[in-house]
């Protein structure tokens, strides 16, 4: 397939930034297939010890991919990656996909499997474990039609090493409001062991500071005005 075959990618998957939160599906299309892809790849490199002409000849393969798939390239607007609401992992690949189970307006439970990809040694990397919170985090704290928020602070508890390779629980709590200030929570559990826990702000944007945003454009600005 070539750039000329497709019209729009918007045509086929319409991603929007409505609402950044619902519970996630184990859909199987192209895009989900073609991100699948990627985390396994890297997870075989992370595993790998490849010889000099086996490293070699995968990496001219891995930059021929880079090449066909810059045929397609589109604006941050227009990109598919990171606004599959409907994936586990959101459609990218930086932070470990995360299984949305249930969600309400105020508190959401989800699971993530972290493999060596994502490993510090023998146990999950500690700037990884943030990634994992702010994602639902970020999405509770957003979701509800709630105006646009950023990230003031996460401050990450580190209660025991977080094991590879098995099912991590992760929950999140919109632990309260004032004025712009979103107060939220959060625990990582493996089995009944507390893995970390979380107390996160964020701060609603003023309009202005939605400017550069477009995503915000709609909701943020105007029903913060
Ligand atoms: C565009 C939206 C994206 C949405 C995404 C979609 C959702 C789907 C998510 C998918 C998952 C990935 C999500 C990644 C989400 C990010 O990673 S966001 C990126 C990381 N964060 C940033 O880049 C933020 C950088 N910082 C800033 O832009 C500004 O500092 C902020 C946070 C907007 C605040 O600035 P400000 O509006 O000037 O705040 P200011 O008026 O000074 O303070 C307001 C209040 O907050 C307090 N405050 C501010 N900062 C702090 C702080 N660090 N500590 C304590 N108190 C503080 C102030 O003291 C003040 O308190 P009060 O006096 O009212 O009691």
Redesign the pocket.
Same mark, same amino acid.
Do not use: C, H, S
């Given at each position: 397939m070539d750039a000329t075959t497709v019209s729009t990618t918007d045509d086929i998957w319409s991603p929007s930034?409505d609402d950044?939160?619902e519970p996630t599906t184990d859909r199987d299309d192209e895009f989900a297939e073609l991100t699948d892809a990627l985390r396994a790849v890297q997870e075989a490199v992370t595993r790998s010890r490849p010889t000099p002409d086996a490293a070699g000849r995968t990496a001219r393969t891995l930059r021929d991919l880079a090449a066909r798939l810059a045929a397609f390239e589109v604006g941050e607007d227009e990109q598919i990656s @990171?606004r599959r609401w409907d994936l586990a992992g959101?459609g990218q690949t930086l932070?470990p996909a995360l299984h949305l189970d249930e969600v309400t307006d105020n508190r959401a439970r989800g699971r993530v499997l972290v493999g060596r990809f994502h490993s510090g040694r023998y146990a999950m990397n500690g700037g990884v474990t943030p990634l994992i919170f702010?994602?639902i985090l970020?999405?509770l704290?957003?979701s509800c039609g709630r105006p646009?928020?950023?990230?003031?602070?996460l401050h990450v508890n580190y209660r025991a090493p977080a094991p590879l390779d098995v099912e991590l629980r992760v929950e999140a709590e919109f632990a309260g409001q004032? @004025?712009?200030?979103r107060f939220m929570r959060g625990a990582m559990h493996h089995g009944d062991v507390l893995v970390a826990d979380v107390e996160g702000?964020?701060?609603e944007?003023?309009p202005e500071?939605?400017q550069n945003?477009s995503?915000?454009v709609g909701r943020?600005a105007e029903e913060n005005s």
């Open positions: 930034w950044p939160f @990171g959101r932070t702010d994602e970020a999405r704290a957003n646009w928020a950023r990230t003031a602070y004032d @004025g712009r200030k702000l964020w701060i944007l003023k500071q939605t945003v995503l915000a943020g």
